[in-house]
């Protein structure tokens, strides 16, 4: 597994040592965008998203990591530190792999609604010889999370076409379609259970996340991210619209609360179905339901001014009438699976 990891709402640099056998801390004293920028292909980002390093102070305690002053800037990030009892100021590094999160107006109603253009820029279509087939959300320019029933079945990538940025009402007509270089199922999905519910696609050509404020990726939750009940969470959905045009499917917003796991495993609910993987939430508004015709897409929430991605929808009932919440898979338990698989292709 990974030796870098990045904790907690401010991006904490952290890095594995073998020596201490401990996460530590890297001192901001020396650090520059290249070795910034090194740590970020370490877990998977390519080097053209790489946004910025910073900094912040921290207790002492458990000791540090510095950068050599003969660093060899080609070797692994790992190999230009060193282990150290003191750091400047306890001034250590922080960093943003790719630019996430942001630029979201989140005082919104609390029913269920059209989602405003521009609104949630993570949200794409991903869709099968023309037709949306399920959801995703944006993770950095090359990478979508969606779920893995999503592609079980349609496994070739270049059967898909992702959009992004879309508008209203699925309007693709201005929108250039994203072909896809890999499609990766969870190698662990259960089809009968649902676990391990998350795959991942490669875009062939990185999404220009520079050009619109329509389009950019989520955040990753971060190990140690703390994410509290009660927290205010959303999800969007691409739905038939309500006037019975099947042809027209438009994005809806809503927002849920999440539901504790003993409830949801009732008998009266999912029995026992949802597994430490998986999570459950229920819209807020009783009367607004979005019906949950649309799997794969995400299920973010605000926390420290950034907007994390916290699920990916796989399963629901309300369509059937029944009024059993909405399962979500946990993407804080898959994180290390994304990251292993976006180092491994990531210079496919």
Not at 31 to 49: E, F, K, L, N, V
């Amino acid at each position: 597994l990974c030796s870098v990891r990045l904790h907690g709402s401010s991006f904490l640099l952290q890095i594995y040592s073998t020596q201490t056998k401990a996460w530590r801390s890297v001192c901001s004293h020396g650090w520059t965008d290249q070795q910034g920028r090194a740590s970020c292909q370490s877990i998977g980002y390519s080097r053209a998203t790489y946004f910025k390093s910073g900094q912040q102070t921290t207790s002492s305690n458990g000791g540090f990591l510095r950068v050599k002053s003969d660093l060899i800037p080609e070797a692994f990030i790992s190999q230009q530190l060193v282990l150290s009892n003191t750091c400047p100021n306890n001034s250590v590094v922080t960093l943003h792999c790719t630019d996430c999160g942001s630029g979201i107006n989140s005082s919104r109603a609390s029913r269920s609604s059209l989602a405003s253009v521009g609104s949630w820029p993570w949200q794409v279509s991903l869709q099968v010889s023309g037709v949306h087939r399920c959801g995703g959300a944006i993770i950095s320019p090359y990478w979508i999370v969606t779920a893995a029933h999503c592609v079980m079945r349609t496994s070739s990538p270049a059967d898909w076409s992702v959009y992004a940025g879309i508008m209203d009402r699925l309007n693709t007509l201005f929108n250039p379609a994203y072909s896809v270089s890999h499609v990766i199922m969870h190698e662990d999905f259960n089809i009968l259970t649902r676990e391990n519910d998350v795959a991942l696609m490669r875009l062939s050509r990185p999404l220009d996340i520079t050009a619109s404020s329509n389009i950019g990726p989520v955040c990753l939750p971060n190990v140690g991210l703390n994410v509290t009940v009660p927290q205010s969470y959303w999800i969007t959905r691409f739905d038939r619209s309500r006037n019975g045009d099947s042809g027209s499917v438009q994005l809806m917003e809503a927002q849920v609360s999440v539901v504790d796991t003993t409830e949801c495993n009732s008998s009266i609910a999912y029995n026992g179905k949802i597994s430490q993987d998986m999570f459950c939430a229920r819209e807020t508004e009783a009367g607004a339901r979005i019906c949950h015709a649309d799997t794969g897409g995400p299920l973010v929430t605000l926390t420290d001014g950034l907007w994390w991605l916290i699920g990916d929808s796989i399963w629901g009932e309300h369509c059937t009438g029944q009024k059993k919440p909405g399962v979500y898979g946990n993407v804080t338990s898959y994180l290390d699976w994304i990251h292993r698989h976006m180092k491994k292709h990531q210079d496919d």
